[in-house]
């Protein structure tokens, strides 16, 4: 297929991946990014004389990656050191309590019982073999399969599985009644609805069977040396080995059409690229709203601003703590958490009381601090970053209401003001058009929801699909999926 050009426009997770598939199969590849490294959203902020990762902090799934570098003939971690957290995250309530959850189930159900009592233990251990069965049953029927209507789905698990997984696969009620059926303790049941804004949505109305993140984080948590932005660097370095012709600052303007088939790209600077198939790697609310010309907008549905998914202010930040003992992964709740998602998705605001993420990025697994630390606190936010500017003084009251938070749980921090830099949904909307500032694409709400994202394919022949608003979803490795997802339906097409 050496004479067979594919353009992948973007070089995130699901770009590289579709990309190296796509060579390694023969394809010429060109990959085409705007941005001045790759990655999407595994990047950096440069704060003072330090990097800081100011996107994803976290690896599950690590056998995806492993297969992907395995099959174009290179090996994971020949090329990157993974570290294995031994937590997987620090939780704290601002009305007392702190717990920490671990990779070891029966060590998690301990301290769970010490936490609360032995029913929440036992909620727990009933929990986590139910969040297994659902993984089990969706992980080859569902994720790593092409995009399944319901009726197609059920064919799936009922070929491969007892028919009771569909019973424990069933998506109602929403998470946050399906987990008041494992955990008296309400805080309990917040910290497992935290699940839900891994995919940009409300525990309030996302499936139930979002529950299986429980069972992919305690397979493990694996922290990249120097960074998530590493994985993005060795992916890139892997394509170009397989010979990718990879453009940095290099911006689409149009998806070129011919005769109702897709014929390549324009850049911004005017230059024509032919070509047999086109992968394109961003929101696709992008082309749904002409930004990659008139001729694409047909390829998928536009999405509303109701239906985005949650965006974040961020602060990438170098300081110091004291007070509370942070692990890398810290959470820190309030105690009314359903109020917090009304509030966004509702009301399209940022809650006064948010919960408030905070990754150490130096503590870990052979973490050091040498007088300061690298921190990244993120709070949720609507996406509204295309009709919502955020003026300094919004930013900076956002910012004084997560570090009250922060220090009602015990922890001060402190920084030069110099030394805290901020990411906003209109920041967010400018790194990823199209999108609102919406960091997941569509919100995962309803029953339904898994099966609205658009597939691989798209309306348009010759113009296929991956990233996180394409099935099977949002996060580093759904992305990397829907990536190698897109790659397999350009060579069952061509082939």
Same mark, same amino acid.
């Given at each position: 297929m050496?004479?067979?050009?594919?353009?992948?426009?973007?070089?995130?997770?699901?770009?590289?991946a579709?990309?190296?598939?796509?060579?390694?199969s023969?394809?010429?590849v060109?990959?085409?990014?705007?941005?001045?490294?790759?990655?999407?959203?595994?990047?950096?902020?440069?704060?003072?004389?330090?990097?800081?990762? =100011?996107?994803?902090?976290v690896?599950?799934m690590?056998?995806?990656?492993?297969n992907?570098?395995?099959?174009?003939?290179?090996?994971?971690?020949?090329?990157?050191?993974?570290?294995?957290?031994?937590?997987?995250?620090?939780? #704290?309530?601002?009305?007392?309590?702190?717990?920490?959850?671990?990779?070891?189930?029966?060590?998690?159900?301990?301290?769970?019982?010490?936490?609360?009592?032995?029913?929440?233990?036992?909620?727990?251990?009933?929990?986590?073999?139910?969040?297994?069965?659902?993984?089990?049953?969706?992980?080859? !029927?569902?994720?790593?399969?092409?995009?399944?209507?319901?009726?197609?789905?059920?064919?799936r698990?009922l070929?491969?599985?007892h028919?009771?997984?569909?019973?424990?696969?069933?998506p109602?009620?929403?998470?946050?009644? #399906?987990?008041?059926?494992?955990?008296?303790?309400?805080?309990?049941?917040?910290?497992? #609805?935290?699940?839900?804004?891994?995919?940009?949505?409300?525990?309030?109305?996302?499936?139930?069977?979002?529950?299986?993140?429980?069972? +992919?984080?305690?397979? =493990?948590?694996?922290?990249?040396?120097?960074?998530?932005?590493?994985?993005?660097?060795?992916?890139?370095?892997?394509?170009?080995?397989?010979?990718?012709?990879?453009?940095?600052d !290099?911006?689409?303007?149009?998806?070129? +059409?011919?005769?109702?088939?897709? #014929?390549?790209?324009?850049?911004?600077?005017?230059?024509?690229?032919?070509?047999?198939?086109?992968?394109?790697?961003?929101?696709?609310?992008?082309?749904?709203?002409?930004?990659?010309?008139?001729?694409?907008?047909?390829?998928?549905?536009?999405?509303?601003?109701?239906?985005?998914?949650?965006?974040?202010?961020?602060?990438?930040?170098?300081?110091?703590?004291?007070?509370?003992?942070?692990?890398?992964?810290?959470?820190?709740?309030?105690?009314?958490?359903?109020?917090?998602?009304?509030?966004?998705?509702?009301?399209?605001?940022?809650?006064?009381?948010?919960?408030?993420?905070?990754?150490?990025?130096?503590?870990?697994?052979?973490?050091?601090?040498?007088?300061?630390?690298?921190?990244?606190?993120?709070?949720?936010?609507?996406?509204? =970053?295309?009709?919502?500017?955020?003026?300094?003084?919004?930013?900076?009251?956002?910012?004084?209401?997560?570090?009250?938070?922060?220090?009602?749980?015990?922890l001060?921090?402190?920084?030069?003001?110099?030394?805290?830099?901020?990411?906003?949904?209109?920041?967010?909307?400018?790194?990823?058009?199209?999108?609102?500032?919406?960091?997941?694409?569509?919100?995962?709400?309803?029953?339904?929801?898994?099966? !609205?994202?658009?597939?691989?394919?798209?309306?348009?022949?010759?113009?296929?699909?991956? =990233?996180?608003?394409?099935?099977?979803?949002?996060?580093?490795?759904?992305?990397?999926?829907?990536?190698?997802?897109?790659?397999?339906?350009?060579?069952?097409?061509?082939?």
């Amino acid at each position: 297929m050496t004479d067979r050009h594919a353009v992948v426009i973007g070089a995130g997770a699901g770009g590289l991946a579709a990309g190296i598939d796509l060579a390694r199969s023969g394809f010429r590849v060109t990959i085409l990014e705007r941005a001045a490294s790759p990655g999407g959203k595994m990047h950096t902020r440069a704060v003072d004389d330090r990097e800081i990762d =100011g996107g994803p902090t976290v690896l599950t799934m690590r056998s995806i990656f492993e297969n992907l570098f395995a099959d174009a003939g290179a090996s994971l971690t020949d090329r990157l050191t993974l570290l294995e957290s031994p937590i997987i995250a620090r939780h #704290a309530w601002s009305d007392g309590g702190l717990l920490d959850l671990y990779p070891d189930p029966e060590r998690s159900r301990q301290n769970i019982e010490n936490f609360a009592d032995r029913a929440n233990g036992i909620g727990f251990e009933r929990f986590y073999s139910q969040s297994a069965r659902i993984h089990q049953t969706l992980s080859e !029927t569902f994720m790593n399969a092409s995009k399944p209507d319901p009726v197609t789905l059920v064919g799936r698990v009922l070929r491969q599985h007892h028919p009771s997984s569909l019973m424990a696969a069933r998506p109602a009620p929403n998470l946050w009644r #399906a987990l008041g059926g494992f955990f008296p303790d309400e805080r309990l049941q917040q910290l497992f #609805a935290r699940y839900a804004t891994y995919v940009g949505s409300s525990p309030l109305s996302t499936p139930a069977t979002l529950m299986l993140i429980a069972h +992919v984080e305690l397979e =493990g948590v694996w922290l990249v040396e120097g960074g998530m932005h590493r994985l993005a660097s060795a992916m890139a370095a892997l394509g170009q080995e397989l010979g990718i012709d990879l453009h940095l600052d !290099t911006h689409v303007s149009e998806i070129l +059409v011919k005769g109702g088939k897709t #014929a390549g790209v324009r850049l911004e600077d005017g230059t024509s690229l032919p070509a047999d198939v086109v992968v394109f790697n961003g929101d696709t609310n992008a082309l749904a709203t002409g930004q990659l010309g008139r001729e694409a907008m047909r390829a998928v549905k536009p999405r509303s601003v109701q239906n985005r998914a949650l965006s974040a202010l961020t602060w990438c930040i170098k300081g110091s703590s004291s007070g509370f003992e942070l692990d890398h992964h810290n959470v820190f709740f309030e105690s009314d958490y359903p109020s917090e998602f009304n509030t966004i998705f509702e009301e399209r605001n940022v809650p006064t009381k948010p919960t408030v993420y905070l990754c150490a990025q130096d503590r870990g697994p052979n973490g050091s601090l040498n007088g300061s630390e690298r921190m990244l606190m993120l709070v949720n936010a609507p996406a509204d =970053g295309d009709r919502q500017v955020w003026a300094e003084d919004d930013v900076a009251r956002t910012r004084d209401n997560a570090m009250a938070v922060l220090d009602r749980c015990g922890l001060n921090l402190s920084f030069r003001e110099s030394d805290c830099v901020s990411t906003t949904p209109t920041d967010w909307h400018g790194r990823f058009p199209g999108s609102g500032g919406s960091l997941y694409g569509g919100a995962s709400h309803g029953i339904w929801s898994s099966f !609205t994202r658009p597939g691989a394919r798209s309306r348009l022949k010759g113009l296929y699909l991956s =990233g996180g608003s394409v099935h099977p979803g949002p996060g580093v490795p759904m992305a990397t999926l829907s990536g190698r997802l897109a790659a397999r339906a350009v060579l069952l097409d061509i082939g």
